[in-house]
């Protein structure tokens, strides 16, 4: 699964110079997004709101599909479509602001991106998980830096996401072998300088991907050694002896996205994820590589309080967590969790402001904001070589 719906799953971010005489230093940041959870609801419950629902719809097709979904047998994840049920379905009374309108997304460089790693067959979270960003990031936003995210490990998660609509399956295709040196070639090709690796859930496989990751990580290192690469990863099921293997692999930045409050988690993510569960693993990649840069991410307006949000901060800052993404949850169809809040721009900055004054060296918060925003951008990169001048020293 991956990141916010508001964040958030191995993926890279390429950064490209939207200006043609800058060309010769541009880069590509890689990033990637994060982990989807369903809750289990009862086949009467189901059907009674998808009932309602389906009665408000006016694409006649859509009404049809969502009927005949509710009409199979109802079962927990994994596998299998989402379902309807009292936290699904669009809220009537809860309408996008303005300030969350993108345009379709086009342009130049949009389309020079978008064949470049279709050529190259490398999965993107921007497509798979229909992430609002994609055209301002691809078309270098304010700043002249086109930003993707590709995920490794296939583009089909074997974890329910009640807010993420990159697809799932039971058993996905086995991992290619031939991918971590292949997608290290095509990103040092390009002359990246920071690069965010990320992938959807794996629970398929026994080390949960982690093998996969640190190949890929080695890989990149081997061919271009001062290359900084961040890894957004699933949780390994718990698997603590996966999380040592790939923050000993050579990477700069451990990220791991707990999606949302305490309460709201069986809620929002999949049975196998949990509170605690992501809490220690992004506690131990940093006992296990002391100075290593950790990174988290939550979604906003799925119903959380300010005071539980002020919460997950607090825990976060107990395990010495870094760097904080706060982002707006964006419903990707009905059949996914409903957007309770739409969160102003002026309450994002708020948590911004809150959030560097409890500690965290860095906090990205706003409506649009996903797991790897800015992953690259110059105070990250500065940390990063911070902290590995002081491990050296």
Not at 47 to 54: E, F, G, I, P, Y
Not at 185 to 207: C, E, F, H, N, Q
Request: charged share 25%.
């Amino acid at each position: 699964m991956i990141h916010h719906c508001s964040i958030t799953k191995p993926a890279f971010s390429v950064s490209i110079s939207t200006h043609k005489q800058r060309r010769s230093t541009s880069f590509f940041n890689l990033g990637f997004r994060i982990r989807c959870e369903s809750g289990y609801v009862s086949p009467s419950s189901e059907r009674t709101n998808a009932v309602s629902l389906a009665s408000e719809m006016e694409d006649s097709s859509l009404k049809r599909n969502l009927m005949e979904s509710e009409g199979r047998k109802s079962e927990p994840y994994p596998g299998g479509m989402p379902k309807m049920g009292p936290f699904t379905g669009r809220d009537p009374n809860v309408k996008k602001p303005s300030w969350l309108r993108q345009k379709a997304p086009q342009g130049e460089r949009f389309q020079e991106v978008k064949e470049s790693l279709t050529r190259l067959k490398l999965n993107t979270v921007c497509e798979e998980a229909q992430c609002p960003n994609i055209g301002e990031c691809w078309n270098g936003g304010g700043d002249g830096i086109a930003t993707a995210t590709i995920m490794v490990l296939g583009d089909t998660c074997t974890r329910g996401c009640r807010f993420c609509a990159v697809k799932t399956s039971r058993n996905p295709a086995p991992p290619d072998p031939m991918e971590p040196e292949n997608t290290a070639k095509a990103i040092t090709s390009w002359g990246v300088d920071y690069i965010v690796i990320t992938s959807v859930d794996r629970d398929d496989l026994p080390d949960g991907g982690s093998g996969h990751f640190a190949q890929t990580v080695k890989a990149m290192k081997r061919l271009k050694p001062d290359i900084m690469i961040e890894c957004l990863t699933s949780d390994f099921r718990g698997d603590l002896e996966a999380v040592d293997s790939l923050v000993h692999s050579g990477l700069d930045v451990f990220a791991h996205n707990i999606e949302t409050v305490k309460r709201l988690q069986r809620l929002v993510r999949d049975p196998r994820a949990g509170y605690e569960q992501s809490m220690s693993v992004l506690k131990h990649a940093k006992i296990s590589k002391p100075g290593m840069i950790t990174k988290t991410s939550i979604m906003l307006g799925l119903g959380e309080t300010d005071e539980e949000l002020k919460e997950a901060m607090a825990d976060l800052r107990a395990i010495d967590v870094d760097i904080l993404t706060l982002g707006q949850y964006l419903q990707p169809t009905p059949l996914h969790l409903t957007v309770k809040e739409y969160v102003t721009p002026e309450k994002f900055d708020f948590w911004k402001t809150y959030g560097e004054s409890i500690g965290f060296r860095y906090v990205a918060s706003g409506p649009l904001v996903r797991s790897s925003y800015r992953a690259g951008e110059l105070f990250v990169k500065t940390m990063v070589k911070e902290s590995y001048a002081k491990s050296m020293s």
